[in-house]
DNA sequence: TTGAAACTGTTTCATTTGAAACAATATTGA
DNA sequence: TCAATATTGTTTCAAATGAAACAGTTTCAA
């Protein structure tokens, strides 16, 4: 999709509440800066997944469930793009000694330097690109973030069926 | 992947920035959320984006590129998704008299039915599912993801290739 | 010790997504 | 008018994702 900076067509729905529109607010700016990380990688030989696991990994490894969790996503997602990290080079997988279901993402020298290189830059561009926001909001908003993310975490009472089960 | 309410094994990384948190913080709620709705509209023969483009079609009938839009994802992303919709009889095909390019998406009576039972049971779930914020504070949220949404609209200045190009 | 249960990572399959190329149609300016 | 340009939606391909089933390994309680 090509990034527009023209007034969109469409205007909003009049039947909507705080929380929708703080929803839907969330979703778009989340889809920007995907949008923007997936530009800033184009020519980097990365998509944004690949990028995240090199963020997640290291020289003595990381197993690949840690990695999965910190990306909040399945094992099984991580297998494929674990393999095209491998065949570019950046990482290698090898068994801990201690726990042989246990498989580790190890970043190789060439990941390692590709993440020295990159991390700061990127850093830097969400900085940027965060400008509008003061210093005092953009902490405001991680506050309000947090304390949203830890009530998303406990269930919700006076709801069953209000949350996936816990399996 | 099973959403779990245990404490993580992993800590945070010591080279961050408030940016940097916000950011990943905005990341892990939108992760939740999104699993949130997948696991309601489970038991409902609807995916997540099928639901979204049930919302964003209308009776009378929206170009598919308007839906695009407010979706924010390409227009091929949307064929397959439509496609599956039609075979579930919720959403059918017409041509727009007015333009020949033009396929408008209709909501079926089926659909339209679907959406009036969805729609509310979805808002009040998700406006439970923030009960942690307060009402004061879902509205500070609000302000500071739409001020955040606008400076991500408008091309970062002192830093050119700061963004995708505007073609 | 041993058998049931839990955990780790892979495989498989369907769906979604991103990007490029394309055909059909519309718009525009010379 | 008419040729260059833009827009709309589809097709195609690669990559990512969600979910279930699975094999190998570990844990734990009886």
């Known amino acids: 999709m090509s990034l527009s900076t023209e007034p969109t067509g469409w205007q ?3 039947e909507t509440t705080p929380e929708l529109e703080a929803y839907t607010l969330l979703r778009q700016v989340h889809s920007m800066l995907e ?12 998509t944004v997944p690949q990028f995240m696991i090199l963020n997640y990994a290291s020289r003595s490894g ?13 094992n099984s997602n991580l297998t ?18 201690n726990d042989r279901r246990v498989s580790l993402i190890c970043l190789t020298e060439a990941g390692a ?11 830097e561009r969400l900085r940027k690109r ?6 005092h909001e953009v902490q405001q908003l991680r506050e309000l973030l947090r304390s949203l993310y830890s009530g998303l975490l406990a269930p919700v009472e006076d709801d069953r069926n209000g949350h996936p089960a816990d399996d």
């Open 113 to 123: 330097e590709k993440l020295r290189n990159l991390r700061p830059r990127h850093h």
């Open 12 to 14: 909003q729905s009049s």
């Open 80 to 97: 494929g793009i674990v393999d095209r990290l491998i065949a570019k080079g950046y990482v290698e997988r090898r068994p801990d000694p």
């Open 62 to 74: 990381v197993p690949l469930s840690e990695i999965s969790a910190r990306m909040m996503c399945d």
């Open 35 to 46: 949008m923007y990380n997936r530009y800033d990688l184009r020519g980097e030989d990365l």
């Open 130 to 135: 965060m400008r509008s926001l003061s210093e």
